[in-house]
Nanobody
Framework: QVQLVESGGGLVLAGGSLRLSCSAS????????MGWYRQAPGKERELVAT???????KFADSVKGRSTISRDNAKDTLLLQMNSLKPEDTAIYYCHAGDMCDVAIGEYWGQGTQVTVST
């Protein structure tokens, strides 16, 4: 079992920056790919960025060039740095992790952290 807890969300002016953090606990040795997803009001949850165990990253086109995803495996922490924030970045941001040990579970989600970008 793995537990994920997000932090770092808040209210930011357009053009500003935020750093989101996800802390993993439990059987963290089983974690494979990790990522950030977001869900805006009235919209489906969408991919923001992912990072594999060996450091390969992918980004949604909407955040590419102004976002960085990183992980510290020793500290079981996932980070998302977002710069040049736009009102359309407003959403609840969720941490995600894949599980390579328990096929009955397969993946984990955090409870989310709210990001609001105002003009």
């Amino acid at each position: 079992q793995v537990q994920l807890v997000e932090s770092g969300g808040g209210l930011v002016l357009a053009g500003g920056s935020l750093r989101l953090s996800c802390s993993a606990s439990g059987d963290t040795i089983c974690i494979t790919t990790m990522g950030w997803y977001r869900q805006a009001p009235g919209k489906e949850r969408e991919l923001v960025a992912t990072i594999t165990g060996d450091g390969s990253t992918k980004f949604a086109d909407s955040v590419k060039g102004r976002s960085t995803i990183s992980r510290d495996n020793a500290k079981d922490t996932l980070l998302l740095q977002m710069n040049s924030l736009k009102p359309e970045d407003t959403a609840i941001y969720y941490c995600h992790a894949g599980d390579m040990c328990d096929v009955a579970i397969g993946e984990y989600w955090g409870q989310g952290t709210q990001v609001t970008v105002s003009t």
